[in-house]
């Protein structure tokens, strides 16, 4: 056994060895290749040898599939590492093409044959091991799933073999009958402990010991007080009334965990060493020791994990919203069920190491398991027990109600165990009391851990959190994007741990572990559909990557923005083109790198772009037609971000130029967004393109009375008199016309085209005014009808002439 042992480890060495050699290397020789897998094979070979016997238990199938886990992952690299120089090798045959056909009179240079012939050799020095390589990756596969199906076999044949009942009387009657001879192991394993203490415990070990002893019951208390105090992981008062932040509630549990479960583990395993070292633990004794201490550092473990999830003793440290009687039942219940397994593992250390009877072995298994089941139902019951009232029959309290499906589960389980211990499933009965305590550890870790992740990513990454508000400082990223950011990444980590807990739970059932984490390994380091390799890993970095790249842009377009830009000069405009354009530049780097990082080469991107082109050519060309657009724009600036323009009949102020269109807000606060091609195509009235000056006309008709000039200076007088009028170019007035109903004037003013409609209102109320103050008179609109040959007149005609708002004057 160990010759076999040294021959095994000694493949297992060569296998890692030269595992790590073919990692350093490049191209390693093909016969280094060859070696590796005649060594696989030799090791493949011994496995399913081992496979064969019928008589395997789970320990032994565990360590033939944790042999073949080096084997998968030296094929893998293997195949990894020769594909793409296989690649290679074919891409340049694929060049040279096939050789020609003789008596067809085509001829080739030597070079070419014999770059031909070279490249063929190389590709079989490849290409062949690689196949070996896939042959052995699916033998190791076959294996892998063979061993899993033994370990599911032999899982449940173990868990529902039936024995004897814990009511049946023989049973009892064997043990009354195995007893005594089990009792007096046990008083010699105890006599042989006491022995080996008395000889080898010396003076100093005792005083080592007692010092041990010391410090521990003095540095615990103080690590109590250091803890509560506040000087580890900041200051939080635990006796405050005032209601404290989730985050510090999450705090103060880890705080419980590291003080009732970590330090006394750490003690109890130094302990423990120290018997080791001092010699104190001879034969069979040291795995009863073992048990303990693992027994004593699991209470309280279980101990301090529901102290630090559910508070029992101050409410408002809870993590969740639950009545003080609930929280303190549960965490007694806890760790009453912690300390009847601890107990149980305990007994049955001391009969592994007396080589107990069967019987006795059987009934110690399941009275525990019963205790145990007991115990948790009798802790439900007092914990969720409602109050009727005796008179109206009604539930006065009415607690848990968001926990029914939990509390059934849970009674379902113990009534299980009950019933499988009675009718002698004593083994089923054992491993579900195990799984009970697997749960809840799962439970109140995995608790933690998510209430930890929503405080410290979900919320200190949002835009509200500390973190959040410095990223966004340093990246300029809004607040919306920040908080969707926050609760993605959040989900993300909330939904790992989520599957991890699923697997952990799903694990003992018979569910291969190790075949489960190979699965995830493969699938996160790559897998095959296809032909095409899909490999998580690369893709998470590669969105890393990409995710980087645009905060790198962003940060660098906020210190434009913020830093350098306004020290240029240049206005807003091309402020916005030189921060637009970085950005799409940055978008661009960071594609790139994610896609190179995926895999995506040049050659298969260009491959994909002319797939799409016939795409592009239909359906995409509108979408192409205004992202060229959008980068005329941004290059020819016709129009700039705060530019008052008009398309058609709408006008407003240019608010956004983005990839496909602009966002203009109209003077009615409304959002117009219209495609960036109609800018390029179409007519465009910009007010601000060269400058912002804008040109006021004001028509004035005065009555014929009036004097010219007089009219002529007050307009003048009214422009220049406003604060917005520009007196260069100066205000010109213009007689224009002699009208029907009086003379006609122009004002012609300049001003800043943001002010044009004010300053117009403006300028009217005060010419207005200036009017009245001259006595100048405003005429109203004349009309003049003129009818000939009207029935009933006779000969001649009809002239009416009518001066709007008032009655006509005269008719002729």
Partial sequence: MFGRFLLRSGILFLLALMLASGAN??????????????????????????????????????????????????????????????????????????????????????DVVKDRAEQQKA??????????????????????????????????????????????????????????????????????????????FDWYE????????????????????????????????????????????????????????????????????????????PGRTDSVMVSITNGIAFVFGMSGLAAGVLSPFRSQWRLFMLPDRVAIELWRTIGAIATILAVAKVFEAVQSA???????????????????????????????????????????????????LPRLIGWIVCIVVILAALFGYVALAAFLVQQIAWLLILTLVSTLILVLIEEMIGSGLSSRGALGRRLREATGLAAGSLDQASVLVSGLASLIVYVSVVMLALAPWGVDSSNLFGNLRAAF??????????????????LVLFLGGILVTKAIQNWLDTHYLPHTGLDIGLRNSIRTIFGYVGFIIAASLALGQAGFSLDKIAIVAGALSVGIGFGLQSIVGNFVSGLILLWERPIRVGDWIVVGEEQGTVKRINVRATEIQTFDRASLIIPNSEFIGGRVKNWMHSDRTGRIIIPINVDYESDPDQVQQLLRDAALAHREVMSEPAPIVIFKNLGESGLDFELRCFCDVDAMLVTRSELLFDIFRRLRAAKIEVPYPTRRLEITNMPGTGAGSFVATERSPEPPKSAT
């Fill in 354 to 404: 007396n080589v107990a009877s069967l019987p006795l072995t059987v009934v110690t298994k399941g009275l525990f398991a019963v205790l145990l089941a007991a115990r948790l139902m009798h802790g439900l019951r007092r914990a969720f027990r409602t109050k009727i009232d005796e008179k109206t029959g009604e539930i006065e309290d009415r607690v848990g109600s968001h926990l029914i």
């Fill in 525 to 542: 380091f790559g897998f095959e559909v296809g032909g095409v390799t899909i490999s998580l890993s690369t893709i998470a970095l590669a």
């Fill in 206 to 281: 005792m005083v080592l010991i007692a010092v041990f002893f010391a410090v521990a019951f003095a540095g615990l208390p103080k690590a109590r007080n250091w803890i509560r105090s506040g000087s580890f992981a900041g200051r939080i008062d635990l006796e405050s009334e005032v209601e404290p932040k989730r985050i510090d509630r999450v705090l103060v549990g880890l705080r419980r965990v590291l003080l009732t479960a970590v330090a006394p583990a750490i003690l109890l395993y130094l302990l423990l060493q120290m018997f080791r070292n001092f010699g104190l633990l």
């Fill in 123 to 200: 590709w079989q020095e490849i290409e062949e091991p690689l196949r070996l390589a896939r042959a052995l990756a699916l033998r190791v596969q076959q294996l892998q799933d063979a061993i899993s199906e033994r370990r599911r076999e032999n899982f449940a044949r173990a868990i529902l073999k039936q024995g004897p009942s814990l009511l049946a009387p023989s049973l009892w009657l064997d043990v009354s009958r195995a007893l005594p001879q089990d009792a007096a192991a046990f008083r010699f394993l105890m006599r042989q402990w006491v022995e080996a203490i008395v000889g080898h």
């Fill in 25 to 110: 290397a490049q191209a390693p020789p093909a016969r280094d290749a060859r070696a590796l897998l005649e060594t696989g094979r030799l090791e493949l070979t011994q496995v399913e040898a081992a496979l064969q016997r019928e008589t395997l238990d789970d320990k032994r199938l565990s360590e033939l599939r944790t042999r073949l886990d080096p084997i998968a992952l030296a094929i893998e690299q293997l195949i990894q590492r020769e594909q793409p120089r296989a690649d290679e090798v074919k891409a340049r045959l694929d060049r040279l093409g096939p050789a020609p056909e003789p008596g067809k009179g085509i001829t080739e240079s030597a």
